[in-house]
């Protein structure tokens, strides 16, 4: 024994081929096998009508590698229709579903998630507020500019005033340190805005 | 087409064409170039349409894009990936395998019974072999189970000089002269192989990692090396990749990634495991959730 000859003895699966037609793949997101649902929602990464299909199947899937296979295609597909059916996730009582949405929309196209953007930064909920400031962050240098400025001079809640605070700095812009020092002036007894405050400034002045 | 004035005539790729060429990389290979690595894409793409006769980088575009076999892809995925490695390279991970992560592996199985490692991104061989030599060194229960050794990459030229099994000094110079003595034979000054017993208990294929269809073979995977191969891909790849080495691994199976890399970043499939030589991630058991 020991060493042996691997796939010497045809031990080693072979592919499956022709598993099924294409419009079949959106049948068998539904299949009891959580196997077959997972090639389905890897084949329809491949098709950007699939969008909706993919992101439907999401809130119901118990399986966390066919949810990953799910998340992944669309993320593939990166379209505004495939972010678009990722954002109300955000919103899940389930961490594991709504950190996988929120990852998967910081890695699609900017131009796909954009389109959320304003209605998370307005939402009433300030958990969707945070997260549209961590997906601001990867915006281009304006429209960065201008919600993480207008995260730290008006949002009410100062966890997204952190979390913007933290994007700022982590982007060395000094342009942002009226906003900084305005968000500073709005929370002035809460040591955890100092701290992060000046540790931003301390960046800038680094960075100058 | 796009106007001439896009084509440069300095020997460089428009930014055009630099983007096509890196989009048409990642959508079929997973490898991910960006901005920074130009002068060294580029040069290697300026290679392969003099050689073939293309007139313009935009035609050689459109043989890789249409070109029914591949084979022109496949020539040009072999110039651009990097197989710089050596013997025992990150030998704490060869530690870890032996002083713990096998004995797990194995603890409800009977003698007899299969254990299946798979070297991804193999290259020009030097990690399946190590290894091979590291089990049958030092892994005192290497003779009860049935150990099928995998090993593959995107390269086919890597691949071929990884069954051909031959080594310079370079490659060998972090191996005990006792190990070289056991397990090589010189050839040529400077040049050693790799005995045939060893070449012939590794089973070398092409695949590409992020491609379900050529990875759905591999199937109750034990434990997958993957190390400094990640780095070359971008968040979709990586992903991608973590998913395919969940469906491989059986589980309780491990993953053992590069110094510099960590699952956490690529997905949430696996769990980490720190050994006292490593940290690994694993997929959980069944049962135990994700």
């Excluded at chain 1, 305005?182 to 680094?206: K, L, N």
Aim: hydrophobic share 45%; aromatic share 8%.
């Amino acid at each position: 024994m020991g060493l042996v000859k691997a796939g010497s003895k045809g031990t080693l699966g072979t592919a499956p081929t022709g598993a099924a037609a294409p419009e079949d793949w959106t049948a068998l997101l539904e299949h009891a096998d959580a196997g077959h649902r997972r090639h389905a929602a890897q084949a329809l990464g491949d098709r950007p009508d699939a969008a909706a299909t993919l992101a439907a199947r999401l809130p119901r899937e118990p399986d966390p590698a066919v949810r990953e296979a799910l998340l992944t295609a669309l993320v593939r597909i990166g379209s505004p229709e495939a972010a678009a059916g990722l954002a109300p996730m955000l919103a899940s009582e389930d961490a594991g579903l709504r950190n996988g949405a929120l990852e998967s929309l910081q890695q699609m196209p900017v131009d796909a998630v954009e389109p959320q953007m304003d209605a998370l930064a307005g939402s009433d909920d300030s958990d969707l507020r945070i997260f549209a400031v961590l997906l601001a962050a990867r915006l281009g240098p304006a429209e960065r500019s201008a919600r993480l400025h207008q995260a730290l001079e008006r949002d009410p809640h100062v966890n997204v005033g952190l979390t913007a605070a933290e994007a700022v700095a982590e982007l060395g812009d000094p342009a942002a340190l009226p906003a900084l020092e305005a968000f500073a002036a709005r929370f002035p007894d809460d040591p955890c805005v100092a701290y992060t405050v000046d540790a931003a400034r301390r960046r800038f002045r680094g960075a100058s | 087409m796009a106007p001439p004035s896009e084509e440069p005539t300095d020997g460089a790729v428009s930014p055009a064409d630099y983007r096509t060429l890196c989009d048409l990389l990642r959508e079929r290979t997973g490898l991910s170039f960006t901005e920074a690595k130009r002068y060294y894409v580029q040069r290697r793409l300026a290679e392969r349409v003099e050689a073939t006769r293309m007139p313009s980088v935009r035609d050689y575009l459109n043989l890789l894009r249409f070109q029914a076999s591949g084979a022109e892809m496949q020539l040009l995925v072999n110039l651009m990936t990097v197989n710089e490695t050596y013997f025992f390279r990150e030998k704490y991970q060869l530690d870890c395998l032996v002083n713990g992560m096998l004995d797990e592996v194995v603890r409800h199985r009977r003698p007899g019974e299969r254990v299946r490692l798979w070297s991804a991104g193999c290259a020009t061989g030097e990690e399946p072999y190590s290894i091979a030599i590291t089990l049958l060194e030092r892994w005192p229960r290497v003779d009860e189970f049935q150990i099928e050794l995998y090993a593959s990459d995107i390269d086919s030229m890597a691949l071929d000089r990884a069954r051909e099994g031959v080594y310079g000094e370079r490659s060998l110079q972090a191996l005990p002269a006792e190990l070289v003595e056991r397990y090589f034979r010189p050839v040529a000054p400077g040049s050693w192989r790799i005995i045939d017993e060893l070449r012939e208990s590794v089973d070398f294929s092409l695949v590409n990692i992020v491609d379900p269809a050529q990875v759905r073979r591999f199937t109750g995977i034990d434990v997958v090396f993957c190390r400094n191969l990640l780095i070359y891909f971008d968040d979709l790849g990586r992903r991608n990749a973590a998913a395919m080495f969940h469906e491989a691994l059986s589980p309780g199976g491990f993953v053992a990634l590069g110094h510099s890399e960590s699952m956490s970043r690529m997905s949430s499939l696996f769990v980490p495991r720190r050994f006292p030589d490593a940290i690994l991630y694993q997929k959980p058991a069944e049962g135990a959730g994700a």
